[in-house]
């Protein structure tokens, strides 16, 4: 079946770094989809990329989506302590999502 | 509107006791899914439905039934509860092939 492979697992970074997460597919997608949970929270819908090559901004994020469809990555540009959480992808095939393991990033100030 | 509503917040169960989770959309959407998310981990799909009377297996369903009569309610009975069911529990819903929106979850411990 459908396996989507995030990395890293963890990311410690001091505050004013960027960090960058991973996320691959075995497959192609329709869609990748990315969500943030905050310690104790639920994970809430951050951005969808749907076309080959998209690349989307939200303020100090950029979400990409690979040409051939089967990997994306996000990246923050000067980490900022309320950037701290698990970000997951959630790649769509074949009828589904199936979310990554996650990352959790933690911010020292 | 709410969103997603899941009940109970917090449970204590002990082993081999049943209980029911409770979820409830109010945006129409037909995609409804339930997870477990173990300590540090992903999130591992039990069941789904795509609609009301649809309902199938995801990775995890062993342990777990669900049942779908209405488009609004996705229900989650725990059957002789055991300690490898110690987990938090999300329940979510959206339209086809679109953002998922998730409950608040709920924090179940079997002892």
């Known amino acids: 079946g459908q396996q989507v492979m995030q990395i890293p697992q963890y990311q410690h970074v001091q505050e004013g770094e960027d960090f960058t997460t991973y996320c691959n597919s075995s497959?192609?997608?329709?869609?990748i989809q990315w969500y943030k949970q905050r310690p104790g929270g639920h994970p809430v819908f951050l951005i969808q990329?749907?076309?080959?090559?998209e690349v989307k901004k939200q303020k100090r994020l950029t979400f990409q989506f690979g040409e051939a469809k089967k990997n994306s990555s996000l990246h923050i540009t000067a980490t900022q302590t309320t950037d701290v959480g698990t970000y997951f992808c959630?790649?769509?095939?074949?009828?589904?999502?199936?979310f990554g393991d996650g990352t959790t990033l933690t911010v020292k100030p | 509107n709410a969103g997603v509503t899941q009940t109970p917040k917090f449970r204590i169960l002990k082993i081999g006791q049943s209980m029911t989770l409770q979820c409830t959309q109010d945006?129409?959407?037909?995609?409804m899914y339930w997870y477990r998310q173990d300590p540090g981990m992903g999130l591992k799909l039990i069941y789904y439905?795509?609609?009301?009377?649809?309902?199938d297996k995801g990775e995890v369903p062993n342990g777990y039934n669900v049942s779908r009569s209405t488009t609004e309610d996705f229900p989650l009975r725990l059957e002789l509860a055991a300690p490898s069911q110690t987990s938090v529990y999300f329940c979510a819903s959206s339209p086809e092939g679109a953002r998922y929106t998730f409950g608040s979850g709920t924090r179940l411990t079997v002892v």
């Open positions: 959630a790649g769509r095939g074949a009828g589904k999502s199936t």
């Open positions: 945006m129409n959407h037909n995609y």
């Open positions: 439905s795509v609609g009301a009377g649809i309902t």
């Open positions: 497959t192609t997608l329709s869609n």
């Open positions: 990329l749907v076309k080959s090559g």
